[in-house]
């Protein structure tokens, strides 16, 4: 059953990419493709951090432990729209050229802040397998892949930023991360509290 439902979720998520594809074919991205491509993909990016995020407060609230099984794969397909995203920005923004890309990084805020959500993606996406969590450890593990929150609150803002005039959206985004962020830091402090045995009498 599981297997089955990874297969679909697995399609599910690359649906997204064979749109633009098809779309960058049939000439359906607009009169301006490249920036619908890095929209689409930055929207993306976001929407499966989100739902990575998700997993926890889902298996906690729910008890459906299975649902962690599912964490990996949307957190990987997060990073493989992100390697998309700046690959289309290098080619179409910078051309490739190194230096251009290093003073655009260094000079324009947001896509400072974007960058550096990317660059935190890569050790998540690397030590994602199970290899990983036997050499690093489930207490190491576990603190590096809290960095995928400040990969998705970068996120938020180099989306905010980015739009400037009508932030509806990112802040759509930014209130979600917020929760969920929430979420997390209320469960570490409660599990860190003493539990209080009451006695039947």
């Known amino acids: 059953m599981i297997r089955t439902l990874k297969l679909v979720l697995f399609l599910l998520c690359l649906v997204p990419f064979f749109l633009l594809i098809w ?48 964490r990996r794969m949307l957190g990987l397909f997060a990073f493989f729209y992100a390697c998309i995203h700046f690959a289309i920005y290098c080619l179409s923004i910078a051309n490739l050229n190194l230096a251009d890309i290093g003073t655009d990084i260094a000079k324009r805020p947001y896509v400072t802040v974007g960058f550096t959500g990317f660059v935190l993606m890569i050790p998540l996406a690397i030590t994602s397998t199970k290899g990983w969590i036997r050499r690093l450890g489930g207490k190491r593990w576990q603190m590096l892949h809290r960095l995928i929150y400040v990969s998705a609150v970068a ?47």
Request: proline content about 4%; some cysteine.
């Open 23 to 70: 779309g960058a074919f049939t000439g359906n991205l607009g009169a301006n493709p490249i920036e619908a491509i890095t929209h689409t993909t930055g929207d993306w990016i976001l929407r499966f951090l989100v739902l990575t995020l998700c997993i926890t407060p889902l298996r906690r609230l729910t008890g459906w432990n299975q649902a962690i099984r599912f």
């Open 155 to 201: 996120g938020v803002l180099h989306y905010l930023w980015l739009v400037k005039l009508d932030i509806t959206i990112p802040v759509r985004y930014g209130v979600v991360v917020g929760v969920l962020l929430l979420f997390r830091v209320w469960t570490a402090v409660r599990s860190r509290s003493p539990v209080t045995q009451v006695s039947g009498g």
